[in-house]
């Protein structure tokens, strides 16, 4: 681990803290190594920023199982990792709401500012964004990393460095509740009891949902997701023959209309279970993205105007995340059931507890 002072220590130190700051390298499929990690200068709107907690999500796994992830392929070796916190070590010369030693989330897109999207608001779906550990853009479970910061977010005092680190998946579900307009008149449907599915029921539950039933094929997964604030869980099969009879179920664990279809898995049958069920007027908000080509039925969906809409990744929602677990008003820390520290043989081994499944939900590092 990097023992880096802060910057008033002075240059020598300095430049031996940027020689040994070491990061978890994807060298290959399956491979990763602890090796070092040149850090860039310092710009004067920029922090470095000692890393201190680093979640494992689905994409990284699929990086190392594949190299590549949907369109994104990994080309020479990446440092991986994207859902983290830290604490400040240096700031440049014009930041103005940070210093050395306050706790930060942050934010992993820096998007251009310059397109259209990014000037209509929208700086997730910006063509130019550089995202952490999205090739050929290094990510973050590294000593210690610089990022702009207004993209680096103080974390309230009663906030934890790896609740800080799940402002990046909880970003997900808050997003996914903006886009279909959650509120306390809302029922809602999440399909997928995994990370995902699970941020989306406390998003929907903060948000204020009337109702919310998930469904898996999972019956631990489907416990947790009632012990985190579904109010029913709905067990379902990969079957697409059984479609009908699990909408009746869905439909009668709602006890009413489904007003939005989570569906955080975007499979053929997850997709046409959404369409289904949710309601003549609902919305079906599609948040994973399981299979890129799908076949549903549509049509018929569309007769009964149920809108579809789909999300990608977040925009401006570390704030509200922060907020809501400033006040309690979803509480993160049952989603961490593992914690690895930063050493060659526990990131393989958290990585390999990640991609196996079971009862892992989120992979912690602490750095």
């Given amino acids: 681990m990097g023992k880096g002072g802060m910057s008033s220590q002075g240059g020598a130190l300095e430049a031996h803290v940027e020689q040994e700051n070491m990061a978890a390298w994807l060298v290959g499929v399956n491979t990763l190594r602890i090796q070092p990690f040149k850090l860039p200068t310092v710009g004067p709107n920029d922090v470095r920023v000692k890393i201190k907690a680093v979640g494992i999500c689905g994409s990284d796994v699929h990086y190392l199982k594949t190299m590549k992830c949907a369109d994104f392929v990994v080309q020479e070796p990446m440092v991986i990792g994207h859902e983290c916190a830290g604490i400040v070590d240096e700031v440049g010369s014009l930041v103005k709401n940070l210093v050395p030693g306050d706790r930060v989330a942050l934010e992993p897109g820096i998007s251009c500012w310059r397109c259209e999207q990014c000037k209509g608001g929208r700086y997730n779906l910006c063509p130019d964004m550089k995202f952490f550990a999205t090739p050929p853009v290094h990510g973050s479970l590294a000593n210690q990393i610089v ?3 207004d993209l680096c977010f103080k974390l309230p005092e009663n906030v934890s460095l790896e ?3 799940m402002c990046e998946p909880l970003s997900v579900g808050v997003h996914a509740c903006r886009r279909a307009n959650i509120g306390p008149e809302t029922n809602v449907l999440v399909i997928g009891a995994g990370p995902i599915g699970l941020v989306s029921v406390l998003s929907a539950r903060a948000f204020g949902a009337a109702r919310i039933v998930i469904v898996d094929v999972d019956d631990e997964r489907l416990s947790i997701a009632k012990s985190l604030g579904a109010d029913d869980a709905v067990k379902v099969s990969t079957n697409p023959q059984d479609l009908e009879d699990e909408v009746s179920k869905i439909s009668k664990a709602m006890k009413g209309g489904v007003d939005v279809s989570f569906d955080c898995v975007g499979f053929n049958k997850t997709m046409s279970t959404a369409l289904s069920a949710t309601r003549p007027g609902g919305k ?13 039925p549509l049509t018929p969906a569309a007769a009964r105007e149920v809108d579809v809409v789909g999300i990608f990744r977040y925009k401006n929602t570390w704030p509200l995340c922060l907020e809501f677990l400033r006040t309690g008003k979803i509480d993160v820390k049952p989603l961490i059931t593992h914690r690895f520290g930063f050493s ?16 892992a939900i989120k992979v912690m590092f602490n750095l």
């Fill in 147 to 149: 990022h702009p910061a």
């Fill in 163 to 165: 609740e800080g680190a």
């Fill in 284 to 296: 079906v908000c599609l948040v994973g993205m399981g299979h890129g080509v799908m076949t549903v």
């Fill in 344 to 359: 060659q043989k526990e990131i393989e081994e958290a990585f390999e507890t990640s991609a196996r499944g079971g009862n």
